[in-house]
């Protein structure tokens, strides 16, 4: 496996790393069972100082680390600043409200009568497995909650953002938290698995693809170790007739181009009502011509690249399938954007029929697809024919009915008048093929917690 970085704008390749040897590897599981000891000793409030002090660190150095997410996927520079921003609330959630998620639960009334209670402990290591399209958020909402928790987090990030891998740990080192409490390591898969084998690690989370997941979720399985899976979505933007047209466009597009469409949760399918569907579909049209590709650092770039050639190749073929397998262009250029770099040219699609190759596929990238639906009904069979099930939106300006429908959606969270966003104060994750598992929230600190119970 190849830990390099090239540039998304242009190609060039800037900088790469070694692999981790296996001593690298052994040395990291001994700091991270030393830290998981020692940890059991130290006050959680102790803990919380230390998270707040890598919150500040990348607070201080906001653009130094947002820089890293340009140059290694792409992101747009403003959307960068933005990640380090969230990356950095995720912490201060758990600073302030990491110590009352692990308050002993009182269980007396449960238990007949008999005193009994509920205890929040650590359990081990966790290796985590993460994703580059959202380099820092995605490595906190492990990170954060697991350090509070008194478990170390060692990471295996993609190979295309090891800068960003490297940034990550130098700033938990720059705020002077303990040797072994995180640790990022160039891996390969092998190694990965043979982590998740050692009796030190007892947890696995992971946030990637499909295919991703049921690679790692076999070998937790197989070593019976917890694991919780983030995968992919085809999540619904939900337009019924009596929307607000101004807010729905807004957040449909936002909702779909932002970070070039590179996020699980982005608005893939646009399931729009008869009433309100031509309005909609001329709207969208002059908001996606609005984007302007170009170099990721400049601040007057609106759409980025993709994160690399072999991800606008990956797409470009699926759009060959989506077209051949009889859907249609309603707005965009699918002509594939020749150069070095990664461009896309973002697209309006209609006509995906279940037959289709693509239809239950993710496109990862700046693609719509609209569908013209009638009734409630029909809403809520096509936004459930799908084995994914992760987020999505609706919008509707009755907000009993919009939550009624809501309801309704297979899905593990949905968003009302609004495009769909993680918080740290709201539990995240997905199910069916878009996984299990929860983080943020008190829920995604109990993820990887011994919940004991304690009778008498």
């Keep these: 496996m190849s830990y390099r970085v090239v540039s998304p704008y242009n190609g060039k390749i800037l900088k790469e ?81 990491g110590a009352a998620a692990l308050e002993d639960q009182d269980y007396t009334a449960m238990a007949g009568g008999r005193k009994a209670h509920l205890e929040f402990s650590s359990i081990g290591a966790v290796v985590a497995v993460e994703p580059w399209n959202f380099p820092y958020t995605q490595v906190m909402r492990v990170f954060a909650p697991n350090f509070i928790l008194g478990n170390p987090v060692i990471l295996k990030h993609a190979s295309i953002v090891p800068e960003c891998a490297q940034a990550f740990d130098e700033a938990c080192q720059a705020a002077g938290l303990p040797t072994g409490a995180f640790k990022n390591l160039f891996v390969t898969y092998d190694q990965v698995n043979q982590m998740i084998s050692d009796p030190r690690v007892q947890g696995v989370a992971l946030t990637g693809s499909e295919k991703a997941g049921e690679l790692i979720a076999a070998e937790a399985g197989h070593n019976l170790k917890k694991s919780t899976m983030e995968l992919g979505g085809t999540d619904v933007c939900i337009v019924l007739n009596d929307a607000d047209l101004k807010k729905a466009v807004a957040g449909a597009v ?123 009904k029909q809403i809520v069979e096509l936004a459930n024919h799908s084995n994914y099930g992760l987020g999505g939106a609706i919008y509707s300006e009755d907000l009993n009915k919009a939550r009624k429908l809501a309801s309704k959606i297979e899905t593990g969270q949905i968003a009302v008048n609004q495009p769909l966003s993680s918080l740290p104060e709201l539990p995240f994750g997905g199910i069916k093929k878009s996984g299990y598992g929860r983080e943020l929230s008190d829920l995604g600190i109990r993820e990887f917690a011994n919940i004991k119970t304690v009778l008498g």
């Design 17 to 97: 790393f070694s692999v981790a040897t296996d001593e690298e590897v052994e040395q990291t599981l001994t700091n991270a069972n030393n830290f998981y000891q020692q940890a059991k000793e130290q006050s959680i409030e102790q803990r919380a100082e230390q998270l707040s002090a890598l919150a500040d660190e990348f607070t201080k150095r906001t653009d130094y680390y947002a820089n890293f997410l340009t140059t290694n996927m792409g992101k747009l520079i403003s959307e960068a600043r933005g990640e380090v921003k969230k990356t950095v609330a995720f912490a201060r959630y758990y600073v302030d409200k």
């Design 254 to 376: 936002s909702g779909r181009l932002r970070n070039a469409g590179q996020a699980c949760t982005s608005s893939k399918r646009y399931l729009v009502q008869s009433g309100i569907y031509d309005e909609f579909l001329a709207a969208i049209k002059k908001e996606f011509a609005k984007y302007q590709q170009g170099d990721p650092l400049d601040e007057k770039t609106t759409l980025a690249p993709l994160s690399s050639k072999n991800a606008q190749q990956q797409l470009q073929k699926q759009i060959k399938a989506v077209l051949d397998g009889g859907a249609k262009v309603l707005w965009g250029d699918p002509t594939p954007v020749e150069g070095p770099g990664a461009f896309f040219n973002p697209l309006i699609i209609s006509g995906m029929t279940y037959d289709n190759p693509m239809y239950d596929h993710e496109l990862f990238g700046p693609v719509a697809q609209l569908y013209r639906v009638d009734d409630e």
